[in-house]
C-alpha cells in the first residue's frame, strides 16, 4: 500500500468501521403526523443496540419525557435520540410533515455508548449545511408509492445518520467514545487497527508506539477520549465479536482464534458474563434457526 493510500484510510476509520455493519435505519412512520403518539423503542432488540430518529420537514414538534423540559423543534431538523428514552412527540393537530425510525446498532460493538451518543440531540437543519438533497429526497420518497419505497427512505435514513454524526463530531456534541476518538488521528488510527485486527497481540506498548507516543500519554489520552483504557476497550471489541461469530454458528475454538484468546474456556467464561448467554446456548439457538430455516425453504 502507497503512503498516499495508507493515510487516507487511517483517515477514515469511520468508514473502516462501518463497512462491515453499521447502525440501519428502519423506518416506522413517514408523512403527515397529527396530535401526539407515543416511542419506546423495539421490543425485539436490546435497549444497548437501539435509538431513534425524528425528522421534520414542515410544522411544529415537540418531544416530551418524564420529569424534564420539552425538546422543542419550530423549524426543519431532527432528533436524534442515543438510547431508547420512553417519549411523546406532539405535533399540531393540522399535522406536521414527519419522518420517524427506529435505529438498529450492530451488536458486534458499535453501540451507541460505544460511538459516545448523546442520550438525545435535537438539531435544526440549518445548523447542518448540505443536508437538503437528502432530506429532500426523503420526504420525497415519503410521499410516492413507488417500488422500493421502503428500501429507498431506509438507505436515505442510514445516509442522513452518517452525515448527523459526522456534525456531532466536528462541534464536539458527542461523549466519550469512538465518535470522540476520531479528534485525535493518532487515537483514531489505534481504533480503527483495534477492530481491524482485534486476534493480534495488542499490548499497550504497542498500541502506544502504532500512535507516535509514549505509554503513559497515550494511555491518558485515550481514556479521556473513549472514557476507558486501551486494554478494557481491546477487551470489549474482541467479546463483542466473538459474541457475534457465534451467534452466526461459529466454533467457539475458531471464534477464540480470530478473536485472540488462547483459551476457549476463558473466552466462555468472558462471554457469559458480559452478554449473560453461555456459547453453549448460542450455539443451541444457531443451530436452531438453521435448521428452522432450511424447513422452510
Same mark, same amino acid.
Given at each position: 500500500?502507497s503512503?498516499e493510500?495508507?493515510?487516507? $484510510?487511517?483517515?477514515?476509520?469511520?468508514?473502516?468501521?462501518?463497512a +462491515?455493519?453499521?447502525?440501519?435505519g428502519?423506518v416506522f412512520?413517514s408523512?403527515? *403526523?397529527c &396530535?401526539?403518539?407515543?416511542?419506546?423503542?423495539?421490543?425485539? !432488540?436490546?435497549?444497548?443496540r437501539?435509538?431513534? !430518529?425524528?425528522?421534520?420537514?414542515?410544522?411544529?414538534m415537540?418531544?416530551?419525557?418524564?420529569?424534564?423540559e420539552?425538546?422543542?423543534?419550530?423549524?426543519?431538523?431532527?432528533?436524534?435520540f &442515543?438510547s431508547?428514552?420512553?417519549?411523546?412527540?406532539?405535533?399540531p393537530?393540522r +399535522?406536521?410533515?414527519?419522518?420517524c425510525?427506529?435505529?438498529?446498532?450492530?451488536?458486534?460493538?458499535l453501540?451507541?455508548?460505544?460511538? +459516545?451518543?448523546? #442520550?438525545?440531540l435535537v438539531?435544526?437543519?440549518?445548523?447542518?449545511?448540505?443536508? #437538503?438533497?437528502?432530506?429532500?429526497q426523503?420526504f $420525497? #420518497? $415519503?410521499?410516492?408509492?413507488?417500488?422500493?419505497q421502503?428500501?429507498?427512505?431506509?438507505?436515505?435514513?442510514?445516509?442522513?445518520?452518517?452525515?448527523v454524526?459526522?456534525?456531532? !463530531?466536528?462541534?464536539d456534541?458527542? @461523549?466519550p467514545?469512538?465518535?470522540?476518538?476520531?479528534?485525535?488521528?493518532r487515537i483514531a488510527?489505534?481504533?480503527?487497527?483495534?477492530?481491524?485486527?482485534? +486476534?493480534?497481540?495488542?499490548?499497550?506498548e504497542?498500541?502506544?508506539?502504532?500512535?507516535?507516543?509514549? @505509554?503513559?500519554?497515550f494511555?491518558?489520552?485515550?481514556?479521556d477520549?473513549?472514557?476507558?483504557?486501551?486494554?478494557d476497550?481491546?477487551?470489549?471489541?474482541?467479546l463483542d465479536?466473538?459474541?457475534?461469530?457465534?451467534? =452466526?454458528?461459529?466454533?467457539?475454538?475458531?471464534?477464540?482464534?480470530k478473536?485472540?484468546?488462547?483459551?476457549?474456556?476463558? !473466552?466462555?467464561?468472558?462471554?457469559?458474563?458480559? *452478554?449473560?448467554?453461555?456459547?453453549r =446456548?448460542l450455539?443451541?439457538d444457531?443451530?436452531?434457526e438453521?435448521?428452522?430455516?432450511?424447513s422452510?425453504?
Amino acid at each position: 500500500m502507497s503512503e498516499e493510500a495508507r493515510n487516507s $484510510s487511517e483517515s477514515d476509520v469511520l468508514s473502516d468501521l462501518f463497512a +462491515g455493519n453499521h447502525p440501519r435505519g428502519d423506518v416506522f412512520f413517514s408523512g403527515t *403526523h397529527c &396530535g401526539s403518539s407515543h416511542h419506546r423503542g423495539r421490543d425485539d !432488540l436490546s435497549p444497548a443496540r437501539q435509538g431513534m !430518529l425524528h425528522v421534520l420537514q414542515k410544522g411544529r414538534m415537540r418531544v416530551l419525557f418524564d420529569g424534564k423540559e420539552p425538546a422543542i423543534l419550530d423549524r426543519p431538523g431532527l432528533v436524534l435520540f &442515543g438510547s431508547p428514552v420512553p417519549h411523546d412527540i406532539d405535533t399540531p393537530e393540522r +399535522g406536521s410533515e414527519v419522518v420517524c425510525a427506529n435505529l438498529d446498532f450492530p451488536d458486534t460493538g458499535l453501540s451507541p455508548a460505544k460511538l +459516545g451518543l448523546p #442520550e438525545y440531540l435535537v438539531l435544526p437543519f440549518d445548523e447542518i449545511p448540505g443536508l #437538503e438533497p437528502i432530506t429532500g429526497q426523503l420526504f $420525497s #420518497e $415519503s410521499h410516492q408509492d413507488a417500488p422500493g419505497q421502503r428500501t429507498a427512505i431506509n438507505l436515505l435514513v442510514d445516509l442522513l445518520l452518517l452525515m448527523v454524526l459526522r456534525h456531532c !463530531l466536528a462541534h464536539d456534541l458527542v @461523549r466519550p467514545g469512538i465518535l470522540a476518538a476520531m479528534r485525535d488521528p493518532r487515537i483514531a488510527r489505534v481504533v480503527g487497527s483495534l477492530h481491524q485486527h482485534p +486476534g493480534e497481540n495488542w499490548s499497550v506498548e504497542r498500541q502506544a508506539e502504532l500512535a507516535g507516543m509514549s @505509554r503513559a500519554s497515550f494511555s491518558a489520552r485515550f481514556r479521556d477520549l473513549l472514557g476507558t483504557s486501551p486494554g478494557d476497550f481491546l477487551q470489549t471489541i474482541r467479546l463483542d465479536l466473538a459474541y457475534g461469530l457465534l451467534c =452466526e454458528g461459529k466454533k467457539l475454538q475458531f471464534v477464540a482464534g480470530k478473536v485472540g484468546y488462547r483459551s476457549t474456556t476463558a !473466552l466462555a467464561r468472558a462471554i457469559q458474563q458480559r *452478554h449473560n448467554v453461555s456459547p453453549r =446456548e448460542l450455539s443451541a439457538d444457531s443451530s436452531a434457526e438453521i435448521k428452522a430455516t432450511s424447513s422452510i425453504a
